[in-house]
């Protein structure tokens, strides 16, 4: 009985390790964009590659494809 407690605490984790490294990403979009938006979009896609199941990922790949333009133009 104790392998459906350990599998829900080791869901719980990744939760919580997908929303931060996805709210390290939205920081760097929101605060360091207008000066280093590659910075933004090396979280992100770190984020869409460690947490490929996250239902963030949508919302990732998005601003990944914002980002892109600025990021061309650095």
Sequence with gaps: M????ATAC???L???RAAIAFSR?????RIAKPQKPK???MCYENFV????????VAIARARIQALE???QKE
Aim: no cysteine.
């Design 2 to 5: 104790q392998i459906p407690v």
């Design 10 to 12: 080791r869901d719980t």
């Design 14 to 16: 990744l939760r919580q």
């Design 25 to 29: 990403a939205d920081f760097y979009d």
């Design 39 to 41: 910075a933004a979009v």
């Design 49 to 56: 590659r460690r947490f490929p199941n996250s239902d963030r």
């Design 69 to 71: 333009p600025l990021v």
